[in-house]
């Protein structure tokens, strides 16, 4: 009996090697920036749904998409919640990542302070002749923020005064920064406006006097397509089970910002501002006009062709990107048939 049980020894390590090694939560290392576009990444995490679901989710923070985009080079990230802006121009470098899902659309928003937003209230709608009557009474054209260009709030900001108002990126001063510095400029009032989204449009709302959103998405870029969840195609191919796991959780974490907002404020705090902000102002950030949470990445395919069209014009991208490889949505597919 005892040497039986002394051959029984190895076998049971064996099984128990296994076991451990199946218990193992998949490690992801995800790349993010605090905005509110994001958000579903912050429920996820904070309520400690990814743990349950096996995910060890490593998370670093960024201040705009194409500095995530560099990171991405140097197989730092596995995962990327960004723009489809930065997503497309990965893409176009030879970088091989995918979209997954939507994460939101149409969140952009001109937000304008001081003489800025009072040549807005003038002008009664006419967006163009506000700019233009900023020039002629300050001798100075607008100084507008937002991120760098190839981002999705760049693009939009560009689209509405090219395409959209007919007057040129020339017509006003583009000032390119991170999130954080977006915000404090606008709050020094070191800058007259910005293209830009929430939680910073309801913040400087809040605490300029006269700030207001002069313009939104729907007419900046008609069907703006947002932020997104992204990964690099051999994370896909090695953890497919580990990433649709996510998926499931993205789009459950959708499903909450859409029908309980006040709910999953507080694990959005965590994440955006520092937890400087207070919890009022970023439960009406995720009820204001700008947070349209969607995550179905076939409803922002056309909005998107639309952006790399434009893009490409521009020069943003400098090759053309075939969004069929691009967008990745068997995973989002499978989740969406479940339910």
Same mark, same amino acid.
């Given at each position: 009996?005892?040497?039986?049980?002394?051959?029984?020894?190895?076998?049971?390590?064996?099984?128990?090697?296994?076991?451990?090694?199946?218990?193992?939560?998949?490690?992801?290392?995800?790349?993010?920036?605090?905005?509110?576009?994001?958000?579903?990444?912050?429920?996820?995490?904070?309520?400690?749904?990814?743990?349950?679901?096996?995910?060890?989710?490593?998370?670093?923070?960024?201040?705009?998409?194409?500095?995530?985009?560099?990171?991405?080079?140097?197989?730092?990230?596995?995962?990327?919640?960004?723009?489809?802006?930065?997503?497309?121009?990965?893409?176009?470098?030879?970088?091989?990542?995918?979209?997954?899902?939507?994460?939101?659309?149409?969140?952009?928003?001109?937000?304008?302070?001081?003489?800025?937003?009072?040549?807005?209230?003038?002008?009664?709608?006419?967006?163009?002749?506000?700019?233009?009557?900023?020039?002629?009474?300050?001798?100075?054209?607008?100084?507008?923020?937002?991120?760098?260009?190839?981002?999705?709030?760049?693009?939009?900001?560009?689209?509405?005064?090219?395409?959209?108002?007919?007057?040129?990126?020339?017509?006003?001063?583009?000032?390119?920064?991170?999130?954080?510095?977006?915000? &404090?400029?606008? $709050?020094?009032? @070191? =800058? %007259?406006?910005?293209?830009?989204? #929430?939680?910073? !449009?309801?913040?400087?709302? *809040?605490?300029?006097?006269?700030?207001?959103?002069?313009?939104?998405?729907?007419?900046?870029?008609?069907?703006?397509?947002?932020?997104?969840?992204?990964?690099?195609?051999?994370?896909?191919?090695?953890?497919?089970?580990?990433?649709?796991?996510?998926?499931?959780?993205?789009?459950?974490?959708?499903?909450?910002?859409?029908?309980?907002?006040?709910?999953?404020?507080?694990?959005?705090?965590?994440?955006?501002?520092?937890?400087?902000?207070?919890?009022?102002?970023?439960?009406?950030?995720?009820?204001?006009?700008?947070?349209?949470?969607?995550?179905?990445?076939?409803?922002?395919?056309?909005?998107?062709?639309?952006?790399?069209?434009?893009?490409?014009? &521009?020069?943003? $991208?400098?090759? @053309? =990107? %075939?969004?069929?490889?691009?967008? #990745?949505?068997? !995973?989002?597919?499978?989740? *969406?048939?479940?339910?």
């Amino acid at each position: 009996m005892d040497r039986r049980r002394w051959l029984l020894v190895p076998f049971l390590l064996l099984v128990m090697g296994i076991a451990n090694a199946q218990s193992e939560p998949t490690r992801l290392e995800v790349g993010y920036m605090p905005i509110l576009p994001v958000a579903q990444l912050f429920v996820l995490e904070n309520a400690g749904w990814a743990d349950g679901a096996d995910l060890a989710l490593e998370l670093t923070r960024f201040s705009s998409g194409p500095a995530m985009v560099q990171a991405m080079a140097s197989g730092e990230l596995d995962v990327m919640y960004f723009g489809i802006g930065p997503a497309m121009v990965a893409r176009s470098r030879g970088m091989p990542v995918t979209v997954l899902a939507s994460s939101i659309r149409e969140q952009i928003g001109l937000v304008a302070r001081g003489e800025l937003a009072t040549a807005f209230d003038r002008a009664d709608g006419d967006a163009a002749e506000a700019i233009a009557a900023f020039t002629r009474e300050t001798g100075e054209r607008p100084r507008i923020a937002t991120f760098p260009q190839g981002s999705v709030p760049d693009t939009v900001l560009r689209h509405w005064l090219i395409e959209q108002l007919g007057i040129g990126t020339d017509a006003v001063e583009i000032v390119s920064m991170g999130a954080d510095r977006v915000q &404090q400029a606008l $709050l020094a009032r @070191a =800058v %007259d406006g910005a293209s830009i989204l #929430e939680p910073i !449009l309801t913040t400087v709302r *809040d605490r300029l006097p006269g700030a207001r959103v002069v313009a939104r998405a729907p007419e900046m870029l008609p069907g703006q397509p947002g932020a997104v969840l992204a990964a690099r195609e051999q994370v896909l191919a090695d953890h497919p089970d580990a990433l649709q796991r996510l998926v499931e959780l993205h789009v459950r974490a959708t499903t909450m910002l859409e029908n309980e907002p006040v709910a999953a404020a507080p694990h959005v705090r965590e994440f955006v501002g520092k937890r400087l902000i207070p919890l009022e102002t970023v439960e009406a950030a995720l009820q204001s006009p700008a947070s349209n949470y969607a995550a179905d990445p076939h409803g922002i395919r056309e909005g998107t062709q639309r952006m790399h069209d434009f893009q490409i014009g &521009q020069g943003s $991208l400098t090759q @053309a =990107v %075939d969004l069929d490889a691009l967008f #990745e949505t068997r !995973l989002y597919d499978q989740v *969406d048939a479940a339910e």
